[in-house]
């Protein structure tokens, strides 16, 4: 039989943080602290086996843990000077919960345990005060009565709450000794009323019920369904500490308080936080009492009149001072400690890596690695990427007033002020006059692009996080909140309803993409800066990182920002984008209503020195950087007009009349346009289309590679592949239009052709389309909806119940399903790079920016990923990580 | 090196028919004639393999390939007599390709080869005819010349029209022998002319030129997609047979025919055939010279005045007499033959196995059985299962005149004519006075069921092989026409455009689902009979097949049917189909536009006793066989109006007002329907529904049992389920109404509950859920739309063109995509028997219909497949085939 108990908190400590599976993290942290010689009350830990065999054992505590907790109890007696259940000087602990995971909230403790009818009085004794005794073994018994004996506590409160109204008492504070006695007997006979026996007065078996009631709550449904939400096993256990009380409400030489080793908002190497006297814990945190700042130079940054501790208990300080320094020295990291004075003596009751915002992050492990302290890797490790987003966008002034009208999904962080118009023309009038406007849309399509580039930000009532709005706006870096379902917009009436509110066109309102708040009126932003220590944190990251970052990106500013958040090339660029500018759109309508194939010839004609340039302007921008290019891929009816209105000026600008032009809305109308004539299907219908996109492409190249000398790499990327043959017919289209563009320039380009991956079948059949396409880029948007069966725009309705449930852990929309739409590109990767050793690979789909996808497409061996520029630097610091975690993974492994 | 060369038509036979690989179909045919003794013109094969090393060595013929082909040569100058290249009674040759599998006329021949300026003069003295001989050599020239040098045909047609056109001369039987004469040297001259040097006259070299050419040719681009699209291995090669020529047409002792061994259009066992005098081959074929019978019984039966060759050539047909019973006999099936008579002997020219009507089929099936001449198993491999289909509709007489206005796709076999009409309402009104319609849509919805019910066959402008049209119409056995782009429809004038031709309501036409024609007024139909022989044929299948048969049925109609056409169960009831009578839908209606699930559960209990009395019907018609129920599975939309007129009619119904209800559709809009909030999707959302239809399902199946005593049993089937977690929750909420119902009824429920497996993330999560289902029923069309990225609806467009240029090899939403629909569909069968091995599996798309599908899901070891009613006997032969063909391959391996 294994050790099923560890003491802490005395000479001898037992464990340490590296047990954490079999301590839990309070446990090894408790040791951790106390083999480094900080003043700990002592205890002891029951390690998480016990908690299994609890489970398994038909809830019964197993053989020898009696033992071993006596004399593990007996050693913190003496450490203490305590006895446990002795009248004279009683011992009091705490019994607690303590899992690998922190899972807050969900299991049971039991305070103040070792209180009886007797010990309560030697309480009074020691500590003078009889009130605080028996205040204290009321909360015992509270507490006790509701994990333990299963008696609840609206018992106590009706109890606490009648006494009180039949005496005219308000609050807790109004009650004196004499009253909580009485209490306690009420109390007393109340519980052994419910369960039919005394409330155990034995301290021994108070204990053995605690330690049982707390294993038990491992498997509560409330705990069940956390770790199911979190993903924690079942097996891992809880473990149980056991540790002896210490009380900050003991009078004036008593205090409590939590504290942070750097300033957790700006990362300032400076102490920060806060005490509060004569009090217990809880009393900071409920935030009923101002409490006082550690340090005089806070106090005056804060302009406070109460005194710091650095005046009021000097000694206690500079103890409290040496502990953070050691503390940090021993964690290598920003600390959250929570300590308590108990009659003039300091007890550390906790320290943890303290919770910051990005800029805080980025700070510290800068200024750590500085000094020293932690290594290149690990401060690349210590930034959370996501949170890096915090650092690209304006945020909402915390301390700004807010009146919410309605909530949506945060598409796009940051936040963002202007005047409601409900179309994107209307929307670059107001920018046109140097106004401010947020687009309020039900939905979004690509005619609205000009408008969401001329807005603030864009507010939509449907779709989701991946919908049109949400890429769109993450691409162009615009807040935006999506699928805000509690607002209705009415465009004949031109306003919108929301909280009871109907707000017309030109109100103000502000929308929080972060949050996915909607707000009334204008809210107070902050513009983040991008401090020095961005700069050298992301060069650290770029020395780690061994996967290319790109972006997906088609108009020169998109291209020009991701530059400067140091992308390395572009890996989606999304021709079709091109076509909506308003000059453009009637050629392209005129070539989708030709009746032949020498009519749409003449419309791509008009087409291509727009193309042309486009590209040329993407070229020189990127400057020799690799630039994937995804040839035409929405159906084309994507480029008609849907109001019946607006078919007169399309047939006028056509040449044609409004039946030809209904007539042909019509019969390229689809079921589901997601599954019909799109992608390369189009290449292989109308085969001219992809021949125009290619000379416009391979034409700029020579002209940008003549003017700058620079040689100009693309890749000609084909879309919606599903077999080797579609992608062959059209390889050789490419291939004849680029030996013309060379024979005519007298030069040789430089291209791959590749496809996108981003059906289930391209997937399976990768091994025999890498025979014939030089690189895959994963379309994981269009693999994730094939996959799953599951339109994005459509799963808005149940995504959110899907999640609530479990039944899916995270939108697939966001985060890789690595168990289904991952095997498939496993499967993809193997078999693409079993027939072609040097296949290129990359992601462009939405999942190239979220952090838990890239460690994922790094495991697949990808060469690189591809997002939207604002996430280009957490995918960045993603990358990096990815690259450490991984190797570590196979140093422990 | 191997052998190079075979002969036969000699007594020493170098060949059989077993080698087919080496000798290809003709070679190997020829040499098993000769070799069981039948007149065959003597002649060699020169081996597939020869083929082989020509393409690979640059076209050369390999070295001692000429000394085999002389010294055949020489052999078959001494078996009939005459000498190669000399004036003297010279002897003639074919030389003709032949291939593994027939390709017919994708490869050259070349006939009549040996001719020069001596030799013809030698064929003149010979054959008694001059001008037969100069219109032999200048049919050589014209074919060698085309064939072998490149001179192309027109070089030769023109010389002869200007001949013809300057002496006034209209029918070649209208030129001499001195003018064939003069048209050889200008043939001679032309050629020399283009080639730049003279036709050779060598016979050797002429021979080598064209066994080169024929080699060559099956190398060319004809041959190359024609192979693409049967899919023909390249490597196969061809062989080329050299052969004596015979003439037909050497006076009127000479004759050209051909017959079949039985009557291939009824299968009776009479000689049928015809025969022409004084002709060759090609005039039989080409029909300007009507032929007579062979038997004095067709010569009567026919009324013709011709008469039989039992008469005129008694003795020849005495001999031709015998060797039908020899070739029956030896070939153990049907043979179709081609002879020559040249001056009086008999020369057998090609026999194979005879083209043949599905009735004839089955009757040569059955008759060769009962006479011993082949097993049962045999006769099973014989009928073509898709041919079945011809003896359970009805057909067209082919003898009718046909005006046809279009074409669409053939996607429900039979005939029908009927007034157009074009809503199903008309349609109905038109049945219920006792006329026929045809339904005319653009396309159909769930809400024209009634009116494809009334109407005699459907006829659709948009949409694929299984759009909604073509699935329910077969599933009816209604004749159906899809997708006939040509045809437009205008609802608004009440009218279709057609062929130039304006068609109103309630005029008459005709449709035929057998060929995709649509045809203007009555056409003639003939009703086939099932002959005493289809049972017994059945009866044997049924002996060999080892995976069940069930069908595709919801209504009480279709569940007879299916039953009466020898079906094992109900493989899928589509439970939605129910809902869309007039009266429910509006209980339907008005459950969808309940805002709570209380005014959801008050609409779903009227629905309740409807879809019991449903399921009690077909549990009674089913009687003990297994029902496969499928709960609800399309979008709720679907349900609701989508007209704008409507929306008041349905508000009303459901009691609240046309903007609510215009509200919810609008809610409820979805851009991917396919993939949308559907199947159990809604099942998660509103687990009412599912609730209901549970007890429905089993409240039924208690009422059965108790009144039958006879056991039912039910499958509940949820669908797209793409994960365990969702199939758990929803097992959870059958479970729970099972378990009601059969408290309050007292006994216990036979019930099974599983999933279909008709998404991608379904078919690699196999394992996980079949921890949890107890079947997978595999939803081929939905799961071959998802894995293509291919909507079933809107793929019509572009669906042809993929065909035809060999992208795909047949439509996947006909035969199973075995490259990646397959690989999933066996990933999830494996993974599924891995953590349930007695997980019961069968399929349910409309690929449980075809038979090369059938064989797929025989090779995965389905336990059964499921198709639409008048599917179940083709489904039942492919089965028993598989059964053979599999137990077959395995043998062989």
């Given amino acids: 039989m294994s050790k099923l108990v560890y003491a802490f908190g005395g000479a001898s400590v037992e464990g340490d943080a590296d047990m954490l599976n079999l301590l839990g993290g309070k446990g090894a942290n408790l040791a951790e602290m106390s083999s480094i010689g900080l003043p700990v009350p002592p205890g002891f830990t029951i390690t998480t086996e016990v908690c299994n065999q609890y489970t398994q054992n038909n809830e019964a505590l197993p053989e020898g843990l009696k033992n071993e907790v006596v004399s593990a109890l007996t050693k913190v007696e003496e450490i203490i000077g305590k006895r446990f259940g002795r009248p004279e000087n009683p011992l009091l602990v705490s019994v607690r919960s303590g899992a690998r995971a922190s899972m807050p909230g969900m299991m049971d403790t039991v305070l103040n345990l070792g209180l009886n009818d007797e010990t309560v009085e030697g309480l009074a ?43 005219g008492l308000v609050l807790d504070t109004d009650l004196g ?109 409920a935030g009923i009492r101002t409490p006082q700042t550690l340090t005089i130079a806070e106090k005056k940054r804060n302009q406070s009149l109460l005194p710091a501790m650095e005046e009021v208990m000097p000694s206690i300080y500079n103890e409290i001072c040496n502990i953070r320094k050691q503390l940090e020295t021993h964690y290598k990291d920003m600390q959250d400690i929570e300590f308590t004075v108990q009659q003039g003596k300091l007890w550390m009751l906790q320290t943890r890596s303290g919770k910051r915002t990005a ?9 750590m690695t500085n000094a020293g302290l932690i290594s290149k890797e690990e ?29 949506g999904l945060p598409a796009s962080p940051g936040a963002a002020s202007g005047k409601v118009c409900f179309s994107s023309l209307e929307a670059e009038a107001i920018a046109a006059k140097g106004g401010k406007a947020i687009l309020v849309r039900i939905e979004t399509s690509p005619e609205d692009i000009g408008g969401m580039h001329a807005a603030q930000g864009i507010l939509t009532t449907r779709g989701g996080m991946t919908s049109h709005a949400a890429v769109v706006a993450r691409g162009m870096g615009r807040p935006c909140v999506v699928g805000a379902g509690e607002i209705r917009v009415d465009y004949a009436q031109q306003c919108l309803f929301a909280g009871g509110q109907t707000i017309g066109q030109g109100e103000v309102i502000t929308i929080d993409g972060t949050r996915g708040d909607v707000m ?44 400067k958040f140091g992308a390395d090339g572009i890996g989606l660029c999304r021709t079709e984008h091109m076509f909506f500018d308003p000059v453009r759109i009637v050629s392209m309508r005129e070539m ?11 419309a791509l004609e008009k087409l291509l020195p727009y193309q042309r340039e486009d590209f040329k302007k993407l070229f020189t921008i990127m400057r020799g950087l690799p630039i ?37 809305v019509a019969a390229l109308h689809e079921t589901n346009p997601m599954l019909g004539l799109r992608g390369c299907r189009l290449g292989i219908m109308y085969p001219e289309i992809y021949e125009m996109q290619c000379r416009a492409i391979f034409e700029a190249a020579v002209e940008v590679e003549k003017a700058s000398g620079e040689c100009v790499v693309t890749e000609v990327m084909i879309p919606l592949v599903a077999s080797k043959e579609e992608f062959k017919i059209l390889k050789d289209v490419v291939g004849v239009i680029a030996k013309e563009v060379e024979d005519a320039a007298g030069l040789s380009l430089n291209y791959l052709i590749g496809t996108m991956v981003e059906l289930p079948r391209a997937a399976l059949r990768a091994g025999e389309i890498a025979e014939e396409a030089e690189f895959f880029s994963f379309g994981t948007n269009d693999l994730t909806q094939t996959t799953f069966g599951l339109s994005r725009d459509d799963s808005g309705t149940f995504l959110g119940p899907y999640i609530q449930k479990g039944i899916f852990r995270n939108d697939p929309f966001v985060t890789i399903d690595q168990d289904g739409v991952g095997e498939l590109l496993k499967i993809a990767a193997e078999r693409g790079r079993a027939s072609r050793t040097d296949l290129k690979l990359g992601i462009c789909g939405e999942h190239g920016g979220d952090p838990e996808s890239i460690k994922f497409c790094k495991m697949l061996g990808l060469n690189y990923v591809s997002c939207s520029p604002y996430r280009v630097p957490i995918a960045r610091l993603a990358c990096a990580q990815a690259s450490l975690n991984i190797k570590e993974d196979i140093a422990s492994a």
């Avoid at 009253?179 to 007065?201: A, C, H, M, R, S």
């Avoid at 009746?595 to 749409?600: L, P, Q």
């Fill in 125 to 167: 004794t020691v500590s003078g005060d009889e009130r605080f005794a028996y205040d204290t073994y009321r909360r015992f018994i509270q507490m006790f009565g509701d994990v333990v004996l299963g008696v609840e506590h609206y018992n106590f409160e009706d109890i606490l709450a009648d006494y009180k109204d039949d005496r």
């Fill in 177 to 285: 000794s004499v009253d909580w006695q009485t209490i306690v007997t009420v109390y007393l006979e109340k519980v052994e009323d419910l369960i039919g026996k005394p409330f155990p007065q034995d301290p021994y078996d108070q204990l053995w019920g605690a330690i049982a009631a707390v294993f038990a709550s491992w498997t509560n449904e409330r705990a069940k369904v956390y770790r199911k939400l979190h993903d924690i096993p079942e097996e891992w256990g809880t473990a149980v500490n056991v540790q002896s009380m210490v009380f900050g409400n003991m009078g004036d030489t008593s205090a409590t308080g939590v504290c942070f080793t750097r300033n957790p908002s700006t990362g300032e190497n400076v102490f920060y936080g806060e005490f509060l006297v004569n009090a217990q814990g809880e009393d900071v945190v």
């Fill in 359 to 367: 800029a805080a992050a980025l700070k510290i492990a800068v200024d």
């Fill in 379 to 407: 401060a690349i490790c210590r930034v959370d990427p996501l949170a890096l987003d915090q650092l690209l966008h304006p945020t909402l002034d915390p301390n700004a007033s807010r009146h919410v009208l309605g909530k």
């Fill in 520 to 563: 009334f009126g204008a809210v107070d932003t902050i513009q983040p800066e991008l401090t020095g220590e961005f700069g050298i944190f992301m060069g650290w990251v770029d020395e780690f990182r061994t996967m290319g970052v790109r972006t997906n990106a088609e108009t020169p500013e998109d291209a020009k920002t991701a530059v």
């Fill in 592 to 602: 989708i209503l030709s009746s032949d194939e020498a009519g749409r010839r003449s």
């Fill in 628 to 664: 994937t290019i995804r040839l035409l891929d929405p159906p084309l009816h994507e480029f008609l007009p849907a109001k019946e209105e607006e078919l007169e000026e399309v047939a006028q600008a056509a040449g044609t009349d409004v039946i030809e032009v209904r007539a042909r």
